[in-house]
C-alpha cells in the first residue's frame, strides 16, 4: 500500500469515526428513557433519526425547532443532542390570540421542560405567533431550522407567510430549512386541503421560494404509500389520532400514519 493511499484512509477513519459516534447519540436519544413509550413506539413511521440525518443535524449546530407543540416529540430527542456542544431555540406558539388550544399547549410544553431540567435546562423558549410575535430567534442566528407537521396549521390561520419569514429571518446564510408535513395529491391546495391535514408539496415549495428559500433536495423517508388521502377526518382519521373512533379502524391501523413529503430547503 502507497503512503499517498495510507493517508487517505487514516484521514478517512478519522472522519468517519466521529460522524458515527454522533449518530450512535443520535440513535440512544431516540430511545432514550425521559422518552414516554408511546413516543418511542411512533419512531417507525417518524423516523427521526433518518430525518434528522436527512436535515444535516450535527451535535454543534444551533437550531430553531418551530412550533413543538404541546408533547415536544422532536424536541425530546434534539435537546439532548444538542446539549453539550449546541443550542436549540424551542420557538412555539402563546396564548396572544385567545385560542385555548395554543395557551393550554404552550404552557403543557413549559411545564414538560421544567419537570427534567438534566434534559431540557438549555432549551430556549421563544413565542412565535403572528401578528403579537413574529420572531423566532434572534436574527440570523441559526444553522437549521426545522418545522414537523406544521404547514396545515398556518394555512389555515393565515399564517404561513409570515412563519416562513420568520424562519428564513433566524437562518444564517447558506442555512437550512427541514420541512416535513402531510402529503397531499397535486390537486389539494389551499385552505379547504389543509382542513384535512393535507397539502400538495407545490404547496411548500411556493411559500418556501416566496420566502426566498431554494429547495435544495426532497426525501421519501416519510413516505407512505399506502396512504390513499381520501378519508373522511382527514390526516385525523390515521393514528395515532383515530378521530373515527372504532369506525374503520383496523383498515386505518393498517395504512399506518399519513404520507408526508419531507424537503430541505437553503437560505443563499
Known amino acids: 500500500m502507497s503512503l499517498t493511499r495510507l493517508l487517505v484512509l487514516v484521514l478517512c477513519a478519522a472522519f468517519v469515526a466521529p460522524l458515527a459516534a454522533s449518530e450512535q447519540r443520535l440513535a440512544e436519544f431516540a430511545t432514550a428513557a425521559h422518552r414516554p413509550a408511546a413516543h418511542i413506539a411512533r419512531n417507525v413511521h417518524r423516523h427521526p433519526v433518518e430525518t434528522l440525518r436527512f436535515f444535516g ?6 437550531v430553531v425547532e418551530i412550533w413543538p407543540g404541546d408533547d415536544g416529540w ?4 434534539l435537546a439532548p443532542y444538542l446539549r453539550e456542544r449546541g443550542k436549540l431555540y424551542a420557538a412555539n406558539f402563546d396564548g396572544s390570540t385567545g385560542v385555548e388550544y395554543f395557551t393550554h399547549g404552550a404552557e403543557r410544553f413549559k411545564a414538560k421542560l421544567a419537570a427534567h431540567p438534566g ?3 438549555k432549551v430556549e423558549v421563544t413565542a412565535l405567533m403572528p401578528p403579537a410575535a413574529t420572531h423566532a430567534a434572534p436574527a440570523g442566528i441559526a444553522d437549521l431550522v426545522l418545522t414537523f407537521r406544521n404547514l396545515h396549521n398556518w394555512i389555515n390561520r393565515d399564517l404561513a407567510e409570515a412563519m416562513f419569514a420568520a424562519m428564513y429571518a433566524a437562518l444564517k446564510p447558506g442555512g437550512v430549512l427541514g420541512l416535513v408535513a402531510h402529503r ?8 379547504e386541503a389543509a382542513k384535512t391535514g393535507y397539502l400538495a408539496e407545490s404547496e411548500a415549495i ?13 426525501s421519501e423517508i416519510n413516505a407512505n404509500p399506502k396512504d390513499t388521502k ?13 378521530r373515527l373512533g372504532d369506525v374503520d379502524r383496523a383498515k386505518y391501523a393498517a395504512i399506518g400514519e399519513s404520507d408526508r413529503m419531507t424537503m430541505k430547503f437553503i437560505k443563499p
Request: charged share 25%; glycine share 8%; aromatic share 10%.
Open 57 to 62: 443535524l450535527r451535535e454543534d449546530m444551533t
Open 230 to 242: 381520501d378519508h373522511p377526518a382527514g390526516v385525523w382519521s390515521l393514528p395515532p389520532n383515530f
Open 119 to 121: 434534559i431540557y435546562d
Open 184 to 191: 397531499g395529491t397535486p390537486q389539494m391546495i389551499g385552505k
Open 206 to 218: 411556493r411559500l418556501a421560494q416566496a420566502a426566498g428559500f431554494k429547495l435544495v433536495e426532497k
Open 74 to 77: 422532536y424536541t425530546e430527542i
